[in-house]
T-cell receptor
Framework: AQKVTQAQTEISVVEKEDVTLDCVYETRDTTYYLFWYKQPPSGELVFLIRRNSFDEQNEISGRYSWNFQKSTSSFNFTITASQVVDSAVYFCALSGQIKAAGNKLTFGGGTRVLVKP | GAVVSQHPSWVICKSGTSVKIECRSLDFQATTMFWYRQFPKQSLMLMATSNEGSKATYEQGVEKDKFLINHASLTLSTLTVTSAHPEDSSFYIC????????????FGPGTRLLVL
């Protein structure tokens, strides 16, 4: 069974502070994909990143960066110099390689980020 | 791009009526679409996997006769909530995968359903 845990339910920061969202996953698959999605108050899920289990390189995209540590089964997400527009719920998700299962996504519980001006 | 739309964006209906929600992939073909349900301040719960031209695969605990799914084309899947009751009130979100690609799901904007 697959499981994704986001221990932080809510994080509140002041604008320009950095914020790191934790994500720990469990899977028996040797090949899998990890994702981060952003859900602003409007409700739509916005795709942020996909990471293949064989690619442990960290990635940076603007103010966003991701730290994939296979040894600790973690895929953490950092927002640098946070802005009010970053306020949203962020979901970490996991997809295995079992095509018969349709590559279903297993979501974490989400972390609500509130950036105060 | 990978744009997914949903219609309607929100709907209010009376108890006992049926409601149809459409999910469309606007700029790509999607053999597989997914339907999720999300309660306030909770995570997404997968309801079913919709495959074009075949029957949907429902998750355990999801009533097939209650939540009818039809995926008649490569760009359209519909979810019909039959004989809706207040407990069916929720936020319903669909996602779609590009045909030939099984990695990333692209999500629609969601449909808020309120059953009175």
């Amino acid at each position: 069974a697959q499981k994704v845990t986001q221990a932080q339910t809510e994080i509140s920061v002041v604008e320009k502070e950095d914020v790191t969202l934790d994500c720990v996953y469990e899977t028996r698959d040797t090949t899998y994909y990890l994702f981060w999605y952003k859900q602003p108050p409007s409700g739509e899920l916005v795709f942020l990143i996909r990471r293949n289990s064989f690619d442990e390189q960290n990635e940076i995209s603007g103010r966003y960066s991701w730290n994939f540590q296979k040894s600790t089964s973690s895929f953490n997400f950092t927002i640098t110099a946070s802005q009010v527009v970053d306020s949203a719920v962020y979901f970490c998700a996991l997809s295995g390689q079992i095509k018969a299962a349709g590559n279903k996504l297993t979501f974490g519980g989400g972390t609500r980020v509130l950036v105060k001006p | 791009g990978a744009v997914v739309s949903q219609h309607p964006s929100w709907v209010i209906c009376k108890s006992g009526t049926s409601v149809k929600i459409e999910c469309r992939s606007l700029d790509f073909q999607a053999t597989t679409m997914f339907w999720y349900r999300q309660f306030p301040k909770q995570s997404l719960m997968l309801m079913a996997t919709s495959n074009e031209g075949s029957k949907a695969t429902y998750e355990q605990g999801v009533e097939k006769d209650k939540f009818l799914i039809n995926h008649a084309s490569l760009t359209l899947s519909t979810l019909t909530v039959t004989s809706a009751h207040p407990e069916d009130s929720s936020f319903y979100i669909c996602s779609a995968k590009k045909t030939g690609s099984w990695e990333t799901q692209y999500f629609g904007p969601g449909t808020r359903l309120l059953v009175l």
